[in-house]
Structures are given as structure tokens and as C-alpha cells.
């Protein structure tokens, strides 16, 4: 609503007959699954460019506003003199996803603006589940891998009296200067790796990462 009126006269209407101007920004549905008054957006941002009115918003899918939980930001462009209304989509969650909170706008200059937002991602049961197949199969492919390491050096490097490269390489030098068994050097050329690891990584990544080289030379 816009009062189309000189405010310096320190008066909303000068004078009875004077009307103001508005414009659906947003028409909200008839809410039925619930309170009356529920609209399922937030509005967060309202400021002035050069040409329009920029409104900044969060909202459901207005189309399914009963069931729909979901919300995305959208962003009006209402022209000054109310006749147009530009509605554009910044965000595409797709229901069930993630929930964007009210936006908020910080002027930068009268043509331009920038929009804040946080997001709620909700997880589902499934999504959890996919995770841990992942998970699984990631170590899977360790085993896999490590099986593979295992028959290359000892089938091909120990019998020829070859090495490997790296840390495994060391650990096979090791073992032939000393006597020592090759799966104790391994171990102990690796273990300190693998201390730096869960110290200033995770215990997951770092048994990721050097659980393979222990199991390749067992």
C-alpha cells in the first residue's frame, strides 16, 4: 500500500478524498488444515532501489499451502508506481529437503542488494540409509583394494627383491635389514601416520586412509 500523499505536511491524508495505492504483493490461499490466520511465509526484507520496492520473503508452495512444509525465498520487485510485480524464485528445495528462514536484505547501493538466508536440511530415514550403504561400500572397496596390494607385493616385489614405493617401501627395507616379520614393520612405520591422522583429522578418515596399506600386507 503506498500513501500518495506529501508527508512533509506531516499528514497521512491531507484531506478525506485522498486515496492510496496497492498491489498484491503475494496472495496468500485460504489455509484449511488448521488456524485461519496460518499464511506459511515469513517475510524478512523490505527496502527501496532506484525503480522498485524489493521485497524479501520465505514461503510453502502456496499451491499445496495444506500439506507443503517446505519453504523457499522469493524476492518481489514492485515497481514505484505499484502497476508491476515481478516475483522471482531464488531457492528450489524440493519438498522435504531443507527450509529456508525469513531472508533479510542489506542495501548496497539503490541497484543493488544482498540476501541473506539460512537453511534447515532435513534428513530423511532413507537418506540416512544411503549414507551407510556408502559407508559400507567405502570400506568394501578398501578390502578390495587391499587384497590387490597384497598379491602385487607378495607375488611380484618379494620375489623379485623389489620394492614398493612410500611408506610401504620403507616398511620392505625395514624387513630386509632387520629380519623383522614385514606385517610388524608395516605396522610400525605406519602407526605413526595414523596417530597424526586421528589427532588432527577423524578417526574415520584416518582409518580410511591407512587401513588399506595395514591390511595389504597381512
Known sequence: MKYNSDFTTG?????????VSNIDVVTYPEYTAGHY?????????????????IVAQSTVDLDYI????????YVSAVSK??????????????????????PQLVKINNNSFLLLLTNNFTYKEEDFM????????????????????SFSVACILLPNDAIDY???????????LTGYNLSLCVLLVFLPFLIAGVSFLSVSISLQKRSWALLSTQ
Not at 490466520?37 to 522498485?52: L, Q
Not at 612410500?166 to 630386509?176: D, F, L, R, V, Y
Open 11 to 19: 499528514k497521512f491524508f491531507p484531506s478525506y478524498f485522498d486515496k
Open 130 to 149: 544411503n549414507k551407510k550403504i556408502k559407508t559400507l561400500f567405502s570400506y568394501l572397496m578398501i578390502i578390495v583394494g587391499a587384497i590387490l596390494a
Open 166 to 176: 612410500g611408506t610401504a617401501g620403507i616398511a620392505i627395507i625395514i624387513s630386509k
Open 66 to 73: 495444506n500439506t507443503s512444509e517446505t519453504r523457499n525465498v
Open 37 to 53: 490466520n496460518y499464511t506459511g511465509a515469513a517475510i524478512g526484507g523490505f527496502d527501496v532501489s532506484s525503480s522498485s520496492y
Open 81 to 102: 508506481d505499484l502497476s508491476t510485480n515481478k516475483l522471482n524464485k531464488i531457492t528450489s528445495y524440493a519438498e522435504g529437503t531443507a527450509s529456508a528462514s525469513a
